[in-house]
């Protein structure tokens, strides 16, 4: 199975702020990696698709990057909203595989 | 829009066996795979099986395979988890989730269905 290391595990930030979240792969997937943010007691909800593409109604204050192994969140000017819980996720083969989520407190 | 509806959870004593339903609205749900993922308390993501547009597949998690079983139906637009053997380490808030095709990713879920395996 491929293991997916999200870091860090928690932060604490500021509104306004510029916050990144790592997502590394143990082996290759190419661009198959998703983001999904989840607030408390919903279903995640998908917010970045193939490494960069943003979901439709996502803000674009959200980015993606990367490729191979290595991957970014990145939320430029962090907003009140934002604050919950992201998690990576690669689709390059099954099992489906999550990281373990990163929590953005206040 | 697109709408997924779980259905089924409940508390289930050891052992014992549980049909999950997820009832799906919004899109041509026979064109499109589905997958369970699931979401213990306090802990995270944890994907548990997935069943292919036209049904012909089914892929499991090691942790369910052999217990769980993903099913669907396109006249009633659902699909199932039929579940049994159930312990202590099944519970958690079950999703349903819609792949997306292309690249295979869960583009819309629903609000989750909550199993408690407990005596």
């Known amino acids: 199975d491929i293991q997916m290391t999200q870091s860090p595990s928690s932060l604490s930030a500021s509104v306004g702020d510029r916050v990144t979240i790592t997502c590394r792969a143990s082996?290759?997937?190419?661009?198959?990696l998703h983001w999904y943010q989840q607030k408390p007691g919903k279903a995640p909800k998908l917010l970045v698709y193939s490494t960069y593409s943003l979901q439709n109604g996502v803000p674009s204050r959200f980015s993606g990057s990367g490729s191979g192994t290595d991957f970014t969140l990145t939320i430029s000017g962090l907003q009140p909203e934002d604050f919950a819980t992201y998690y990576c996720?690669?689709?390059?083969?099954?099992?489906?595989?999550f990281g373990r989520g990163t929590k953005v407190e206040i | 829009q697109v709408h997924l509806v779980e259905s089924g959870g409940g508390v289930v004593q050891p052992g014992g066996s549980l049909t999950l339903s997820c009832s799906a609205s919004g899109f041509s749900f026979s064109s499109y795979g589905m997958h369970w993922v699931r979401q213990a308390p306090g802990k995270g993501l944890e994907w548990v099986a997935f069943?292919?547009?036209?049904?012909?597949?089914?892929y499991y998690a090691d942790s369910v395979k052999g217990r769980f079983t993903i099913s669907r139906d396109d006249s009633k637009n659902n699909i199932y988890l039929q579940m049994s053997r159930l312990s202590a380490e099944d519970t958690a808030m079950y999703y349903c989730?819609?792949?997306?095709?292309?690249?295979?990713?869960?583009?819309?879920w629903g609000q989750g269905t909550l199993v408690t395996v407990s005596s």
């Open positions: 069943i292919r547009y036209d049904g012909g597949s089914d």
């Open positions: 082996q290759t997937i190419s661009a198959y």
């Open positions: 996720q690669q689709s390059y083969i099954l099992p489906r595989t």
């Open positions: 989730a819609k792949d997306s095709i292309a690249d295979s990713y869960f583009d819309f």
